[in-house]
């Protein structure tokens, strides 16, 4: 029998499902656009070339949040190329991501990946880089900043407690992963050093 608490997780990640899909559709016909605007002869101007490198970034943050908030349903697999273009740099990323998936991988997985990477540069507000590593049956998140900025109440989440203040929009990734631990049974730990981080998903 689903659980209230379960109903409400499944209505979140439909949400972000939807949101995603229906913001995904303008961006795609802007980019078709482009493309016809440069078939024309009409591309290769700066301002052409800005609006081309917006939208590249915008499409890869929705596919991002697609995956991190939406809905994976079972048996859903995200492939390897997927994740390389997801992990690419784009503008207003801080951290440089080092994840050689490789083979396909399980949506479900990958969207905890997402979600610990986001908490990871949450940690990292200066930027830095992080490395995913598979690691048994789950998976390591490596982080070198310079400067790491952990609130231990919003880490906290990770235990059970809820943080102090409540969670801002921007610290949402916290709570929805610590939901998709719950739900898999395999706990987030992060341990905290000079200039590193070690997240455990």
Do not use: Y
């Not at 290769?44 to 929705?62: H, M, Q, T, W, Y």
């Not at 997402?114 to 690691?135: K, W």
């Amino acid at each position: 029998m689903t659980t209230p608490d379960e109903t409400e997780a499944d209505l979140v990640a439909l949400v972000g499902s939807r949101m995603a899909h229906d913001l995904a559709n303008p961006l795609g016909a802007i980019a078709n656009g482009l493309e016809l605007l440069e078939l024309t002869g009409l591309g290769g101007s700066p301002e052409f070339d800005l609006i081309a490198a917006s939208v590249d970034n915008a499409n890869r943050k929705i596919k991002w949040f697609r995956l991190a908030f939406g809905a994976a349903a079972p048996g859903q697999t995200v492939s390897g190329a997927e994740i390389a273009d997801l992990i690419a740099p784009v503008d207003g990323r801080r951290l440089a991501i080092d994840w050689a998936a490789g083979a396909d991988l399980p949506r479900a997985e990958v969207k905890k990946i997402l979600l610990g990477l986001m908490c990871a540069e949450s940690a990292a507000p200066f930027g830095g880089s992080a490395r995913v590593i598979a690691d048994g049956t789950g998976w390591r998140i490596e982080v070198i900043a310079e400067r790491l900025a952990a609130d231990p109440g919003l880490w906290a989440v990770f235990s059970g407690a809820a943080p102090a203040e409540g969670l801002a929009a921007g610290q949402v990734h916290f709570a929805l992963l610590a939901r998709e631990a719950a739900r898999t049974g395999r706990p987030v730990s992060a341990e905290f050093a000079a200039g590193a981080m070690l997240m455990r998903l």
